[in-house]
C-alpha cells in the first residue's frame, strides 16, 4: 500500500500558505487513513469522520484554487475546474456507498490516491508554474509602467 508523511515540508513552493496547507491537509488525511488502515486490524474504521475532513478540503481548496485560476486567467480553466467536480461527485457517490454498506476502503484508497498523483502532483503543478509566472509578468509590467515619466 501507498504511503506518503509530508512532515513540515511545503508541496508548491510559489502557492499562496492557504493553498499548500490545504493541499498538506489532504495529504496529511489521505496518510491518515493509510496509518488507520494498517492499524485496524479488523475493526472498523470511523469513515464519516474521514469524509467530513474530505469534504472540508473540497470546499475550501477547490473554492481558493479556482478563485486563482479566475484571476490569472489560467487557460486551462474549465477542464481543471471539471476535475474538481469530478473528483467531488466521486467522493460523494462513495461516501453514499459507505454509508450503505457497499463501497469497499480499497475504492476510496485508490480515488484519493489517483487524485494526489493526477492532480494534485500533476495539474496543480501545472497550475502552479501558471501562477508563477503570471505573477512574475506582472511584477515586471507593474516595474515598467512605474518607471515610466508621467506628464
Not at 16 to 23: A, E, G, K, L, T
Not at 55 to 71: G, K, T
Not at 109 to 126: A, C, M, P, T, Y
Amino acid at each position: 500500500m501507498d504511503t506518503y508523511d509530508i512532515g513540515t515540508s511545503t508541496i508548491f513552493s510559489n502557492y499562496s500558505d492557504d493553498v499548500n496547507n490545504q493541499h498538506a491537509g489532504f495529504l496529511t488525511c489521505y496518510g491518515d487513513l493509510l496509518r488507520a488502515i494498517a492499524e485496524c486490524h479488523g475493526e472498523k474504521l470511523d469513515m464519516s469522520r474521514i469524509f467530513v475532513e474530505l469534504f472540508s478540503y473540497i470546499d475550501h481548496h477547490f473554492s481558493a484554487e479556482e478563485h486563482i485560476m479566475r484571476i490569472t486567467n489560467y487557460p486551462d480553466y474549465e477542464k481543471h475546474k471539471m476535475e474538481h467536480y469530478c473528483f467531488s461527485d466521486s467522493l460523494d457517490e462513495l461516501s453514499c456507498r459507505f454509508e450503505q454498506g457497499v463501497a469497499k476502503l480499497e475504492e476510496l484508497v485508490n480515488l484519493l490516491k489517483r487524485w494526489k498523483n493526477e492532480h494534485i502532483f500533476g495539474s496543480d503543478q501545472i497550475l502552479e508554474h501558471y501562477s508563477l509566472h503570471h505573477r512574475k509578468a506582472r511584477k515586471r509590467t507593474l516595474a515598467s509602467l512605474s518607471s515610466c515619466d508621467v506628464l
